[in-house]
C-alpha cells in the first residue's frame, strides 16, 4: 500500500481554525441565539464556567484534529482519482463531506431530540463554514 504524503502542518492549522471558527461562531457572532435555542440559564453557563471548560476544549481539539485528519484523506484521494487541486478542490471537499455526513446525522437533533430546524442550521452552519475553510487551507498547504 502506497505512504500518503499527508503535511501535518497543514492539519494542525486546519484544527485550529475550526477552534478558532467555533469560537468566533458560537461566541460573539452567535453564542446568545444559541444558548437560547439550546435553552441554557445563567446558572447553566456560570456552573460550567466553574467547572471548568479546559478538558472539553482539549476533547474539541481532538476531534478537530481528527475531523481535519480524515479531510486531508478526502482531498488526497480527490486530487488522486479526480484531479482536482487547488482552493476550490479543498471548498468542495469541504462542502460535500458536510453534506454527506455531518448535515445528515445533525439533523437526528431535530428528528429525535425534537431541537428546532433553526437550532440545526446555527449548528451546521458552524460545520460547513468550518469544512470549507479547512479544506482550503488542506487543499493550499
Known sequence: ???????YTAIV???????VVG????????GKHWIKM???TSADM???KKKGMAPTYVMAFV???IMAFVLAHSLIFASDYLGVTGPMAGAQAGFWNWLGFIAPVTAGSVF???KSWKLWALTNGHYLVSLVLMGVVLAVM
Open 13 to 19: 492549522i486546519a484544527a485550529v481554525l475550526n477552534m
Open 46 to 48: 456560570e456552573k460550567a
Open 63 to 65: 476531534a478537530s484534529l
Open 38 to 40: 439550546m435553552g441554557f
Open 1 to 7: 500500500m502506497p505512504e500518503i504524503p499527508l503535511n
Open 23 to 30: 469560537f468566533l461562531w458560537f461566541g460573539p457572532l452567535f
Open 112 to 114: 429525535w431530540e425534537e
